[in-house]
C-alpha cells in the first residue's frame, strides 16, 4: 500500500505541477463497498486504508485548491463520517440500489452540510428499464431530497451503458433543467 501511495504521489505531483489551481475537481477512489455492505470491516479500513487514503488527500490538497472527488461503489454509509474527517469534499456515487445509501434523507440529515453527495440516479434498473415518466420523477425526488440547501451534484451512480435508451438520458437531463 505504501509504494502504491507513493507512486500515486508521484503522478499525482506531475500532474498538479502542470495544472496547480487550474483544475476545479481531482478525482480519486477505491471501491470499498458492495450491495449490502463494506467489503472489509470499518476497523480494517481505519487501520489499513484510510492513513494511506488521509495522506494522498493532504498531498493534493498542500498543491491545488482543487476539490477531492472520492469515488467507492457501494453501501459505504458507515465510513462516510472517515471521508469527511480526512477531506474528502465530494462523494460519488450515492449508490442507491446499495443498502444504506438508499436512506437519501438519512444521508442528507447526518453528512450534507459537510460532503457533497453526488450520484442518486439509478443505472442498474431505472435508467436501463424505467420510463422516461419514471426517471422524470426519480430525478425530482432525488433533487428534493439531496438538494436541499444545496451539497448535491445530480449524476447517474455509475457510467451509462449502452442498455439505457437515448429518451431516458434526455428524460433524465430535462428533469434537471426543469
Known amino acids: 500500500l505504501r509504494k502504491h501511495l ?3 504521489k508521484t503522478l499525482m505531483g506531475h500532474f498538479l505541477a502542470e495544472l496547480g489551481d487550474n483544475v476545479d475537481i481531482i478525482k480519486i477512489g477505491d471501491d470499498l463497498g458492495t450491495q449490502k455492505s463494506l467489503m472489509i470491516s470499518p476497523t480494517m479500513y481505519r487501520k489499513l486504508l484510510k492513513p494511506i487514503h488521509a495522506e494522498f488527500i493532504s498531498f493534493i490538497k498542500k498543491r491545488t485548491k482543487a476539490k477531492v472527488f472520492f469515488h467507492t461503489d457501494g453501501d459505504v ?3 462516510i463520517e472517515d471521508f469527511i474527517e480526512i477531506g474528502v469534499d465530494i462523494l460519488n456515487p450515492i449508490q442507491t440500489s446499495a443498502g444504506k445509501m438508499s436512506n437519501l434523507p438519512l ?4 453528512f450534507g452540510d459537510r460532503i457533497v453527495l453526488c450520484g442518486g440516479i439509478d443505472t442498474q434498473n ?5 420510463s422516461p415518466e419514471d426517471i422524470k420523477k426519480e430525478v425530482k425526488r432525488v433533487i428534493n431530497i439531496l438538494g436541499e ?3 448535491y451534484m445530480l449524476s447517474s451512480v455509475h457510467t451509462i451503458m449502452n442498455d439505457v435508451p437515448p429518451e431516458n438520458v434526455m ?5 434537471v433543467e426543469e
Open 6 to 8: 507513493q507512486l500515486c
Open 77 to 79: 454509509f458507515d465510513l
Open 107 to 110: 444521508l442528507k440529515e447526518k
Open 126 to 130: 431505472l435508467l436501463p428499464s424505467g
Open 149 to 151: 440547501g444545496g451539497g
Open 171 to 175: 428524460a433524465m437531463i430535462r428533469a
